[in-house]
């Protein structure tokens, strides 16, 4: 593994502020919550980060909060945090399957939401280090090479499975996702069907 700085934000802007100066130096810096992802692909040597950006050391973005028209889940939850979740089981129960289906319960247990989201792709030929679309080259090796476990149906120019066990759920349940800058927050959201979306209330139901 490449040797590197580890910096402990006070909050998400200085999280951000950390992640820009150390770009400004022409260093790499990746953020991390759980790392169990992370930290295999430092060891491989696929990322190789110059500074390891701890978001552990923020307080409070691991929390699921309410109010009478939403609910807010902090992208630090663990999924065993997640899947446990009293109103995440009652209320949406899709996405606490699906938490609780990463994985083994060790991993659940330091994994985060957001890091399961956030994931890189599983895809062999970017696991090696093949200089692939997602890692610096110009081409899908999947498309002509190995792709039993590859999306080769459409898609494209990639054309790996997104690896995340969560973000169909999250698609499903119409989230929003709050994404934070050195400046300025923004939010987003991918839609889904009105079909899909009755077809989840009336799984919701059963």
């Known amino acids: 593994m490449k040797a590197f700085t580890n910096a402990m934000p006070r909050d998400v802007k200085d999280a951000a502020r950390l992640a820009q100066s ?3 130096s022409g260093q790499t810096a990746a953020f991390a919550g759980g790392g169990s992802d992370l930290i295999g692909l430092m060891k491989d040597r696929v990322v190789t980060p110059d500074v390891l950006v701890y978001l552990r050391s923020i307080k409070g973005l691991d ?7 939403t609910v807010t889940i902090g992208g630090l939850i663990t ?5 446990r979740h009293e109103l995440v089981r009652r209320e949406y129960p899709v996405l606490a399957e699906a938490a609780d289906s990463v994985a083994t319960p060790q991993i659940r247990n330091g994994a985060t939401l957001a ?3 956030c994931q890189r792709p599983w895809c062999w030929y970017y696991r090696n280090g093949f200089k ?4 610096g080259g110009n081409r899908c090796f999947s498309v002509d090479g190995e792709n039993q476990f590859h999306a080769i149906f459409g898609g494209g120019p990639s054309y790996i499975v997104h690896p995340s066990d969560t973000a169909p759920a999250l698609v499903a349940l119409d989230a929003t996702f709050r994404i934070a800058g050195p400046r300025k927050s923004a939010r987003c959201r ?3 069907s009105s079909r899909c979306r009755r077809t989840i209330r009336r799984a919701k139901t059963c």
């Open 22 to 24: 150390a770009q400004g």
């Open 63 to 69: 929390t699921v909060t309410s109010d009478s028209r």
């Open 79 to 83: 999924l065993d945090a997640l899947s």
């Open 115 to 117: 890091g399961n989201v």
């Open 132 to 135: 692939c679309l997602k890692n």
């Open 190 to 192: 991918r839609r889904i």
